[in-house]
């Protein structure tokens, strides 16, 4: 494995309380849907169900409003996320140009369980979703900025 994080940015034209909002939701990204609607406190684990990919767990590590959230994500249903076991997903928020950056960090790769190549697997497939994941999030904050 060469690089242990994955790393993006993306442009949201609307305000950082707004792009906040919808970052602060647990394990919003975590499926083929956005999910808004849970809500966790720091240290709290909530599970995220999803019809394609199973059951979740996602654990609030920090949450900084309005600049920074920082989750541990299960690799695999239905397991707590531990540091043996998960990747840290963090989101930085910087106003600029009208609007906000969201920098996206997922980190841990290394200490997933399984081969390096099921780990190389699994961080090549997240690179494909947070693509994905975070084109959505702009599309439903500008959507609803624009109200």
């Known amino acids: 494995m060469t690089d242990d994080a994955i790393e993006r940015e993306i442009l949201i034209h609307a ?4 792009v906040w909002s919808l970052v602060s939701r647990t394990g ?5 849907d956005l999910h808004f609607d849970v809500e ?7 599970v995220i169900d999803t019809p394609a990919y199973g059951r979740f767990p996602v654990r609030v590590e920090r949450l900084e409003p309005p600049r920074h959230a920082a989750y541990r994500a299960s690799g695999s249903p239905d397991e ?9 997903v963090e989101f930085t928020l910087i106003e600029r140009d009208g609007g906000v950056v969201v920098r ?5 790769f290394v200490n997933l369980p399984g081969t390096e190549a099921s780990r190389d697997a699994q961080r090549d497939d997240n690179i494909g979703g947070w693509v994905t994941q975070l ?13």
């Open 15 to 18: 305000t950082i309380d707004h």
């Open 104 to 108: 996206l960090r997922e980190s841990g």
């Open 80 to 88: 707590d996320p531990t540091e043996a076991n998960s990747t840290l």
């Open 40 to 46: 966790a406190s720091e240290g709290e684990t909530v």
């Open 28 to 32: 919003f990204w975590i499926g083929d």
């Open 135 to 147: 084109e959505r999030l702009r599309r439903v904050a500008e959507r609803a900025s624009a109200r």
